[in-house]
């Protein structure tokens, strides 16, 4: 059942600027109707829930207090600025919230003014936060305050330390709000979460309101104080951070961000005082006022559509185990057959399926934060140390490990075995999450394996196959969602390296596919065959290296070769020109078309429609073999 909630004042709400005549009792109840209504829209279309309702307070405070769009609000991911979007003239479209042609599930520099920077891959807020303040202090037009807002699991990101590192030796103003609720996707990890918890633990919540009021009342204007006057403020408004302050940053805090009369004072001062970094730690609880969120494991994380009343979750009926399930029992059963084998995840174990390996093999199973580049050169010295590291990240988040693959994997042939999840167009997360890059940047690098799973059969023998290379480092990619419902072998045998299989013999064309565009493939050739037309069609198993005796083979004995991947072009497809072009193939007048993803950035949509979208269904398939073979359009109908 869906609630549209009762929200008398958030129906006055055009602007954030018609939050500034609100009394504190009128920003506390705007707060209540906001959550009402996040929680209204996400249960419509699904999405993160908890981040958002955890800052629903931090989100009125800040748009009471600052002048968006010319101070710059920057949310960290992202996921938590759903009450942000509301408050921003987007509450129209809010239940369009990651459909096709809808708002985006985070924030977009294209969708709003408002949103002065977009997001989705943690940790970034920070840098361009100071990126809009040194633009600001060099006379760049229409640039306020620049405000980040990062959760406590994206401080594990190195990028965030590098961002302080550098705004505390500038030296310039510049806000960070971190929104501690002691969760990421998962309870959060390592050395700094527990540091964080300490400051609130030591000192719970100061009660600032008296200061915060008193230092303001101090002054008539903020630009009369002095600059050690202003520190003098903000610091007795701290009880701790020396972290932070070591850096360079004047730290407020911990303070409760469900407390409106604190948040409001303790912007307001830092507004008027600050003259250089300051770091404000609020301390919220993620699913804030939901109660289905705030009892789920995950704080209501990432939900699909809901009932408001019940919190019950409509989830769609499934045919098969997804890959992630697949690839976690493989995993398992490697690891009970030989205890090198280690599992590295960064922040997600149950996005990655790592939770059951982790639930058995807790010592040998290792959480890093979110800390993508660490959990690359971490697996290389694991492998180095003579363990099997099964390093496992999604497709889009192994992009900022990129150096670490290269200088530190692929250059001292590591063994280092890549479990690629979420391969290939993801859906509702849209483009920033899309894994369409890591066939092209990882198939480039001399000594690299890289293998896709057309299907989760196929997955169980890649888990095998990386298992037992020794001989350099090795990654099988594999997408979001169910496989296509195969037996999964018992007693998988690791695969002959760089071979392909034949699934159908035919002739004048053949369909050479990686990945789990197999079964669009297999589609198209069923539609060509109803025309008389009779593929040969591979699986390729390997896009690195390549299986150049089935590739020659195939264009020695068809007119045509169509080569599909779901992955962006530089891949699977750019490879086998290469080695057609090097070995003169196409001097013989073969028609080859590489089929892979457009060179644009897919917004949201179904999984099925962005492929659609990309032209790689079974449709642009047989179309694409019909054109290779110089049917007309005519023709291709008939
Ligand atoms: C680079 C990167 N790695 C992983 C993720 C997946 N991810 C999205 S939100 C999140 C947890 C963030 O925790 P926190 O910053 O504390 O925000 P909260 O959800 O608690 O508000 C993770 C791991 C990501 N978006 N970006
Ligand atoms: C915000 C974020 O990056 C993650 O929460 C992501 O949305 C998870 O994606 P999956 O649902 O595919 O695990
Ligand atoms: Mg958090």
């Known amino acids: 059942m869906t609630q549209t909630p009762h929200t008398p004042l958030l129906d006055r709400v055009r602007t954030p600027a018609d939050l500034k005549a609100l009394s504190l009792r009128e920003l506390d109840q705007l707060a209540e109707e906001l959550r009402a209504e996040t929680i209204s829209a996400v249960s419509v279309t699904g999405g993160h829930l908890g981040a958002g309702l955890g800052v629903v307070e931090l989100t009125v405070a800040l748009h009471a207090v600052f002048d968006a769009p010319r101070d710059k609000i920057i949310w960290d991911v992202g996921h938590q600025a759903y009450p942000h979007k509301i408050l921003t003239g987007r509450r129209d479209r809010i239940r369009t919230l990651r459909q096709k042609g809808g708002l985006s599930g985070f924030t977009k520099r294209s969708e709003s003014p408002y949103d002065p920077f977009g997001a989705a891959h ?52 510049m806000i960070v709000i971190l929104n501690d609720n002691e969760m990421s996707i998962a309870p959060p990890v390592g050395a700094m979460s527990a540091y964080l ?160 390996f982790m639930d058995r093999f807790a010592d040998r199973c290792f959480d890093v934060g979110i800390a993508e580049q660490h959990a690359v050169t971490f697996s290389a010295g694991l492998a180095a140390a003579g363990m099997k590291p099964f390093c496992a990240i999604y497709s889009t988040f192994l992009q900022r490990g990129y150096d670490q693959v290269v200088h530190d994997v692929a250059i001292q042939r590591l063994p280092v075995r890549f479990a690629i999840d979420r391969a290939g167009l993801v859906g509702a997360d849209g483009a920033t999450h899309a894994g369409a890059f890591d066939v092209a940047y990882l198939s480039n690098l001399p000594g690299f394996t890289v293998m896709a799973a057309a299907d989760e059969a196929e997955l169980v023998r890649m888990v095998a196959t990386a298992a037992a290379h020794d001989d350099g480092p090795i990654a099988f990619r594999f997408p979001r969602g169910e496989g296509v419902g ?61 299986d150049e005796e089935l590739i020659l083979r195939l264009a020695r004995d068809h007119e045509a070769l169509v080569t599909v991947e779901e992955g962006a072009v530089g891949g699977f497809g750019s490879h086998v020109a290469q080695l057609l072009a090097t070995r003169g193939v196409f001097d013989k007048g073969l028609a080859f078309r590489p089929m892979c993803l457009p060179d644009i950035f897919i917004d949201q949509s179904s999984p099925e429609d962005m492929y659609r979208v990309a032209g790689l269904a079974a449709e642009d398939i047989a179309a694409t073999v019909q054109g290779a073979l110089g049917l007309s359009v005519m023709e291709r109908r008939a």
């Open 122 to 173: 943690s940790s970034t807020s920070i840098s361009a936060a100071l990126g809009f303040a040194m633009g600001r202090e060099l006379g760049a037009e229409g640039v306020g305050d620049a405000i980040a807002v990062i959760g406590d699991g994206a401080m594990s990101a190195g990028m965030a330390y590098e961002a302080m590192n550098n705004a505390g030796h500038l030296g310039k103003r």
């Open 197 to 356: 918890s300490r400051l609130y633990a030591g000192a719970p919540f100061q009660d600032l309101k008296a200061a915060a009021k008193g230092a303001v009342s101090l002054l008539p204007g903020p630009f009369r104080e002095g600059a050690k006057r202003a520190k003098d403020v903000l610091k007795h408004m701290a009880v701790g951070g020396s972290l932070f302050e070591e850096l360079n940053f004047s730290y407020v805090g911990p303070i409760d961000g469900h407390d409106m009369e604190q948040l409001m004072a303790v912007l307001r001062t830092v507004k008027a005082r600050a003259d250089g970094p300051v770091l404000i730690h609020t301390i919220t609880k993620k699913g804030k006022g939901y109660a289905p969120a705030e009892d789920a494991a995950d704080k209501g994380h990432a939900t699909s559509k809901f009932d408001v009343v019940t919190g019950k979750q409509s989830k769609a009926k499934s045919n098969a185990p997804s890959y992630t399930s697949v690839f976690s029992g493989a995993l398992v059963k490697e690891a009970e057959k030989d205890d090198r084998v280690v599992a590295v995840t960064a922040a997600m174990p149950d996005g990655t399926g790592l939770k059951a």
């Open 486 to 546: 195969v037996e999964l072998p018992e007693a998988p045998e690791p695969l002959e390296i760089g071979k392909g299989r034949v699934i159908r013999e035919g002739s004048r064309v053949a369909i050479l596919s990686l990945g789990t565009r197999l079964a669009e493939a297999e589609k198209a050739a069923d539609l060509l065959a109803r025309k008389g037309i009779e593929p040969t069609l591979a699986d390729a198993r390997f896009a690195k290296p390549l």
